[in-house]
């Protein structure tokens, strides 16, 4: 069960409960069912919130999570636990993925549940429609790394086939090609041509101030590892809204 910052605020609960039960019924039946490997998909927000940056993979228990996705983030935490576990019992080399911020098509565009590049991209494409103002929600201050879900999508081929461990492995661009809310905003309105007004929304919550992970594990084991720039990513994704929108999930 996943979603963006403000669904994660309204149901952590929910996310604790599902999540949990949704890592140990894959787990429990894979082990049972002699499934020789399973890549789980964790994400940056289970790291501690007071930390050192970098974040790497040898932090995920150091500390509390954020607040705002406690339960999401604790839930994710019990995966690592478990290959943990199933590795020393069972000699079973289950592992998990890290992403950062993910986006492309395909994503649940549902405004209110959402992640922030899938939110961007359908309020901006419904502003353009409807002549209306562009509504961001928090200040854009706040720093992320995004990934695309193409890319992404080679990397989890690549982790089954390739990677051996048991301990995660972070799926990110470089800690240089970080950017704030705001650029992402610029990338997205660029990408429809819209031309209207860009309200930020100051009485909503930012969220973690920054994440920024390390992608130096992922980088040794794939120097030439090649990310889609990004304009041209966000631009693929507010193409494929467009000439999908009576199908996408919203
Ligand atoms: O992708 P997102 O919802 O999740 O991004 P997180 C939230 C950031 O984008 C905040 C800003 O700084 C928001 O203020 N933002 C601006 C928006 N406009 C919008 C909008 O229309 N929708 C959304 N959703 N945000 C999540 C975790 O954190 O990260 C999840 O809560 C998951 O558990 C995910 O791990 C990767 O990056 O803040």
New binding site residues.
Partial sequence: M?????K?MRQNLDFWRDNVHINDNVLYMSQEFGVVKVVSCL???VFPDKTTYPIDETMMHNGAPHE??YG??YAKRMIDVHNRACFQQYGLRYTAVIP???FGPHDNFN?ED????P??VH?TYLAKKEGKPLQ???S?R?L?QFIYSVDLARLFVWVLREYDEVEPIIGSVGEEDELT?KDAVDAVVEGFGFKGEVIYDTS?????IKKTASNAKLRKYLPDFKFTPFIAAVKETCDWLAANYDIVRK
Avoid: E, F, P
Avoid at 2 to 6: A, E, K, R, S
Avoid at 204 to 208: I, L, N, W
């Fill in positions: 996943v979603g963006g910052l403000y994660n994400s940056t927000c705002s996705n999401y983030a950062t911020n993910i405004i959402c992640h922030v590049m939110g961007l309020k961001v929600w928090g854009g706040a992320r809310i909503k919550s930012d969220g973690q």
